[in-house]
Nanobody, 123 residues
Framework: QVQLVESGGGLVQAGGSLRLSCAAS????????MGWFRQAPGKEREFVAS????????YYADSVKGRFTISRDNAKNTVYLQMNSLKPEDTAVYYC????????????????WGQGTLVTVSS
């Protein structure tokens, strides 16, 4: 079984930046896509970004395009989410996720979740 552990969340002012990390351990194997979801208070969990194993395919939610960048380092079994120009509406618990391919993550097809890390953006 794979474990996904997020880090990097915190409190930031609007317009600021944060970088989230997600480290995979346990039964990691090559070929999996990775992604990020978020859940704001009182709202459903939503897709944020995904990346294929080789990094050639990346998808973003419209709400974060141009501000967030997903990347990965397969040698470190780690995926990152660089978040710039943060807005108060980006406040949420951010979850790392794994799936068979990056497009499936857009469709909420997930085979492993992290425990989440809280991002709070103050106005």
């Amino acid at each position: 079984q794979v474990q996904l552990v997020e880090s990097g969340g915190g409190l930031v002012q609007a317009g600021g930046s944060l970088r989230l990390s997600c480290a995979a351990s346990g039964r990691t194997s090559s070929g999996h896509a990775m992604g990020w979801f978020r859940q704001a208070p009182g709202k459903e969990r939503e897709f944020v970004a995904s990346i294929s194993w080789g990094g050639g395919s990346r998808y973003y939610a419209d709400s974060v395009k141009g501000r967030f960048t997903i990347s990965r380092d397969n040698a470190k079994n780690t995926v990152y989410l660089q978040m710039n120009s943060l807005k108060p509406e980006d406040t949420a618990v951010y979850y790392c996720a794994r799936s068979s391919d990056a497009d499936s993550l857009r469709g909420n097809v997930v085979n492993a979740w992290g425990q989440g890390t809280l991002v709070t953006v103050s106005s």
